[in-house]
């Protein structure tokens, strides 16, 4: 059975940081480019960074560059997020997820449709 599983979401202050982790079974994980997205409540699903299959390609969205570090161990099959000086506006539900592509991140990296496989979430809320 294909699936990611995401765990490390919690309670934070502003200025805080999380770590969130991903781990992926059933799936070529090695070859695989991940991403992370977030949902908060009202607002659709928003790609936040895509990794490359080795690591060293990744790719941020702007409100979350300089704070928060994507990266992978293809040893344990896991992805991780770094978040660090957290704001309010981070709370939302946040999502590992298997890209279509091989290899490389797509064009089209924050897309929702580019990726074939979603976890169930973890939850990360900042408090002010």
């Known amino acids: 059975q294909v699936q990611v599983v995401e765990s490390g979401g919690g309670l ?14 059933g799936l070529t994980f090695d070859a695989t480019p991940m991403g992370w997205f977030r949902q908060a409540p009202g607002k659709e699903r928003e790609g936040i960074s895509c990794i490359n299959w080795s ?7 702007d409100s979350v560059k300089g704070r928060f570090t994507i990266s992978r161990d ?43 496989v979603w976890g169930q979430g973890t939850q990360v809320t900042v408090s002010s």
Do not use: F, H, I
């Open 12 to 25: 934070v202050q502003a200025g805080g940081s999380l770590r969130l982790s991903c781990t992926a079974s």
């Open 55 to 61: 690591g060293g390609s990744t790719y941020y969205t």
């Open 74 to 116: 293809n040893a344990k099959n896991t992805l991780y997020l770094q978040m660090n000086s957290l704001k309010p506006e981070d709370t939302a539900m946040y999502y590992c997820a298997a890209s279509r592509s091989y290899l490389q991140c797509s064009g089209s990296w924050n897309s929702v449709s580019n990726y074939r």
